[in-house]
């Protein structure tokens, strides 16, 4: 059974692989702190909870966090008796290598992502992720990656926003009723969500025009469903793209080594 662990800048996932379907997935933060010893009593208490009597032998791991990994290797070994995938690392094996200037370090999470996205979509694709950034990966025709763009997360835009500003109050994501606020809250959910809106619609269309080839547009990230509320940003929403993309590296490890 193989457990699939992401680890990124505010949340870490944990899913069960049976071959077939995720049989569970668990979310808790991510703390480069937290020992094996813990991540083991916080999984298995979670197990035994919901009745899964599984044995995981196999774990591949994607973490744009470096500390955690030691950790994340430890828990593989102890508990159990394995070596874990790490993805990034030379030893795991990509679908198809990256194509980036020389010596460039893609993130991770990006290469995952584009495994998954070109799994179930095919190529000539922009993969939006909505996560502690916001990133856009370009997947080429054969599945490669071939770049992309960083911009920064929507709740890091508000943070940064209410940090900088003691006047702003928090507000919620949300989208608004009208774009022109009528009060504090309202005028700054309406900059963040139309912000957004447009940041997406521009980049997606400047990478349309560079590519000059026809691109779907993939979103993924807690945010994403709420963004996809406007008209015809996203050609298709994948919930688990980051999940599926590890199983999918996974199984090109297993059939290539």
Known sequence: MLLA?????????????????????WRTSTEWQRTADQYYVWLS???????IEVEIDEVIVSSTVPRVVFNLRVLSDRYFNCRPIVVGKPDCLLPVAP???AGTAVGPDRLVNTAGAFDRHGGDLIVVDFG??????????DGAYVGGVIAPGVNLS?????????????????KPQQVIGTNTVACMQSGIF??????VREICARIKAERDVPMRIISTGGLAPLFGQT???????????TMHGLTVIHRHNKENT
């Open 5 to 25: 662990i992401d680890c990124g800048n505010t949340n870490t996932v944990f899913s069960i692989w049976d071959g077939a379907k995720f049989i569970a997935t």
């Open 45 to 51: 208490s979670l197990m035994n909870i919901h009745k």
């Open 99 to 101: 194509r980036v200037d």
């Open 132 to 141: 502690t950034a916001t990133t856009f990966d370009v997947v080429a025709p």
């Open 158 to 174: 508000l943070e940064a926003l209410h940090n900088a500003a003691a006047a702003l109050p928090h507000v919620d994501i949300t």
């Open 194 to 199: 139309w912000g957004y809106v447009g940041l």
């Open 231 to 241: 008209e015809a940003l996203f050609d298709a929403f994948e919930d688990d793209l």
